[in-house]
């Protein structure tokens, strides 16, 4: 399987403990990008990396929040502290660089729930 | 700002009517924009897209959307629903920063009765 890949894909968790997410983009993919999905939302931009270099944070991305990309392959994204506020789907993508645009493609995303 | 309004939180077709979602966006350039379709457990799957030249643009699984400027519009339509066409869409446009992350608008369930 060639596509974005995401673990776990579901995390149960209680009130401030600390989470991780990985995401494995499509190889040679430059560009990987973390969205945020809540019920009844659609998703909202939260990060993105050019290779290992993280170049935007979205306002939602709080200080409890890290994402890395240290080899400019796969990322994590961090949550310290969780609350009941962050249980949501979290979506990565990746896409070629270059252009105006490129297509992003989406991994099936990791279901946080905070307890 | 970018943004992105689908007015219909939840629509109900019977298999093999028409179908048309609809999205509008506020944008102060040309607008790059996209459908997407998302079923329960599944990632995010592109429909189709519009960069510019045909305002007409198809899309896969049978479906097409139309760009009208003066509108702000991109709807989606198709012209027979099947049931497996049952999930979540969602409009966005592309930000013209140099991250060209998407906004998303906050979808429309799409449900296909017999």
């Known amino acids: 399987d060639t596509g974005v890949s995401q673990n776990p894909r579901h995390k149960i968790t209680k009130r401030g403990q600390n989470v991780t997410f990985r995401c494995d983009p499509i190889?040679?993919?430059?560009?990987l990008y973390w969205y945020r999905q809540t019920l009844g939302q659609g998703p909202e931009f939260l990060t993105y990396?050019?290779?290992?270099?993280?170049?935007?944070k979205s306002r939602l991305l709080s200080d409890r929040f890290s994402a890395e990309r240290p080899k400019g392959s796969f990322s994590t994204l961090e949550i310290q502290r969780t609350e009941q506020g962050d249980s949501a789907m979290y979506l990565c993508?990746?896409?070629?660089?270059?252009?105006?645009?490129?297509?992003?493609?989406f991994g099936p995303g990791t279901r946080l729930t905070v307890l | 700002a970018q943004s992105v309004t689908q007015p219909d939180i939840h629509i109900t077709v019977s298999e093999g009517a028409s179908l048309e979602l609809r999205c509008n966006y506020s944008?102060?350039?040309?607008?790059?924009l996209f459908w997407y379709v998302q079923s329960p457990g599944q990632g995010l799957q592109l429909l189709l897209k519009?960069?510019?030249?045909?305002?007409l643009v198809q899309g896969i699984k049978g479906f097409e959307a139309e760009f009208k400027r003066s509108q702000s519009s991109f709807n989606l339509r198709k012209p027979s629903v099947h049931w497996s066409d049952a999930a979540e869409y969602f409009c966005?446009?592309?930000?013209?920063?140099?991250?060209?992350?998407?906004?998303f608008g906050t979808g429309t369930s799409l449900t296909v009765i017999p």
């Open positions: 993508a990746s896409s070629e660089r270059g252009g105006s645009y490129n297509e992003q493609f």
């Open positions: 519009y960069f510019s030249g045909d305002t």
């Open positions: 190889s040679e993919h430059n560009r």
């Open positions: 990396f050019q290779n290992e270099a993280q170049l935007e």
């Open positions: 944008y102060g350039a040309t607008p790059y």
């Open positions: 966005a446009v592309v930000s013209s920063g140099t991250g060209n992350q998407f906004y």
